[in-house]
């Protein structure tokens, strides 16, 4: 085969780092950007994670207050390849930022008056075992080995407080030398079951309602009866049926809705109050008021991260020209990139949630049943985005409203077509369902085909198989199981 050479001239797209940095720090949540702003930080010694944006100089709520006054990063000399550096991006501001001066003076970081309160550290909260612990350590009639033994069976509970595994499965998995055997297991599972809180060392549900009711006192009305329909006829009571129930029991209306309410009351998960998990709490990111009239949408300034360009290393780098100063200069330049790359992600947030408000303003005014069809695709066209920018700046960004706080994603969905010719929100019917099954008759309930009826008349149509997505959405069981009686 013979060998040539041949030129060929072909296009291919290429993203810039600092296009990838944007298109990376546009997907995250407010956590996970704060967490790779620290990582960077510390990578970079020209950024420094300041105490406050200088909001009183830089506004973001339109793209021409992007632009700042930089003139003491003029001098700062560029990176060899600082041709790779300019973007053309439909989401990038073309101007440079304004850096907030970092107070360096001793007067600005003393903290040694003697008023000054550090930070409050929440204090742990107790978890099941450690709870489960203490009771067994103030067991007085009770041995070492036997209190041994029992932490064993605490160490087997799951996060509700249920044995992981049967005692003879547990009995396998201990060494031979301890010299426990089935008994021993046996006796200290009652001891176990004897604590706080009740039901706690049970092996499935029944049996931890069981051991909730034969806690509570003697006296308690019914309470015999409530122990025979759990240990007898608990398949019966989940399935609403009350005739068969009142039939075997020979009881009346009024005795088996206290049996009933006896038992709804119990805790189904007894350790679940302890979870050793801490809270995570959502910080939004769009503030939406009500002010004269009309809805105003705001970014939460306490959400966005504080970063400052360091001003000792800033001032050394302009005053130096030489060869080694060229590391730093490039560090600079991704200083310089990355906070203008968070303010322009604030920018676009803020730009995609003014657009939903605009288009949502009725669900604001009424709620739920008011929310308007929504696609991804309409806001793009209208911001002039890509699709795929809109899906980022929504997932896992929060707006809080006078409603609550949801994520911009909520207010997308899908939508059925109605009589007139327009359309209705999956949100919206999912409200109607809720509001039916909250207006229905408990002795009968309404049936998915009776809601579809109603929707119907409403001029919505939608298909039973619809109608039971939405309601086990909804969490709202059947209609056999919200009978009462």
């Not at 420094?48 to 001098?75: K, V, Y």
């Not at 001891?191 to 029944?206: E, I, M, S, T, W």
């Not at 931890?208 to 006296?219: F, G, N, R, S, T």
Request: hydrophobic fraction near 35%; aromatic fraction near 4%.
């Amino acid at each position: 085969m013979k060998q040539t050479l041949q030129l060929k001239l072909s296009q291919q797209l290429k993203l810039t780092p600092q296009l990838q940095q944007s298109i990376r720090l546009l997907q995250l949540s407010t956590l996970e950007l704060n967490q790779e702003i620290e990582r960077i930080v510390q990578e970079n010694p020209l950024l420094e994670l300041g105490e406050d944006w200088n909001t009183s100089t830089t506004d973001i709520s339109s793209p021409d207050n992007l632009s700042a006054d930089t003139e003491h990063l003029e001098n700062v000399p560029e990176p060899a390849d600082n041709s790779e550096q300019s973007v053309s991006s439909d989401e990038h501001a073309q101007n440079d930022m304004e850096w907030p001066e970092a107070n360096h003076t001793a007067e600005s970081t003393s903290h040694h008056d003697d008023d000054y309160e550090g930070p409050q550290i929440p204090a742990q909260p107790i978890t099941l075992r450690e709870h489960l612990t203490l009771q067994v350590a103030c067991l007085n009639q009770v041995s070492d080995r036997e209190k041994r033994i029992i932490g064993v069976l605490i160490d087997s509970l799951d996060d509700d407080g249920y044995l992981l595994q049967p005692l003879d499965e547990l009995l396998e998995m201990l060494p031979s030398e301890l010299g426990i055997n089935g008994s021993d297991l046996q006796s200290a599972l009652k001891q176990l079951q004897r604590l706080d809180p009740p039901g706690v060392g049970a092996c499935d549900l029944q049996e931890c309602l069981v051991l909730q009711l034969q806690a509570l006192p003697e006296h308690v009305d019914h309470r015999e009866q409530a122990l025979i329909v759990v240990q007898e006829h608990l398949k019966l009571l989940a399935a609403h049926d009350f005739t068969q129930i009142k039939k075997l029991l020979g009881c009346n209306d009024e005795c088996l809705r206290t049996i009933q309410k006896l038992i709804t009351h119990l805790n189904p998960k007894p350790g679940s109050e302890f979870d050793s998990q801490r809270e995570r709490y959502i910080v939004p990111d769009i503030m939406v008021t009500k002010q004269q009239g009309g809805w105003v949408v705001s970014l939460n300034m306490d959400a966005l991260p504080k970063l400052s360009i360091n001003r000792l290393y800033a001032n050394i780098l302009k005053q130096a020209h030489d060869s080694s100063a060229r590391s730093l200069a490039h560090q600079m330049n991704e200083a310089k990139w990355l906070i203008k790359n968070i303010q322009q992600r604030s920018f676009t947030i803020l730009r995609v949630a003014r657009a939903i408000i605009e288009r949502q303003q009725q669900f604001l005014e009424h709620g739920d049943v008011a929310m308007r069809p929504l696609v991804l695709r309409e806001i793009a066209e209208v911001l002039n985005l890509h699709e795929s920018t809109v899906s980022r700046v929504t997932t896992q960004k929060f707006m809080h409203t006078p409603r609550g706080i949801f994520e911009l994603k909520y207010f997308f969905g899908s939508y059925v077509s109605t009589d007139s010719g327009g359309a209705c929100s999956a949100t919206a019917i999912r409200a109607l369902i809720k509001q039916l099954v909250q207006q229905e008759n408990s002795k009968k309930p309404l049936s998915d085909n009776k809601i579809a009826t109603l929707l119907e008349q409403q001029g919505i149509v939608v298909a039973r198989r619809t109608i039971a997505k939405y309601r086990e959405s909804l969490q709202i069981p059947a209609a056999n199981l919200r009978k009462s009686f």
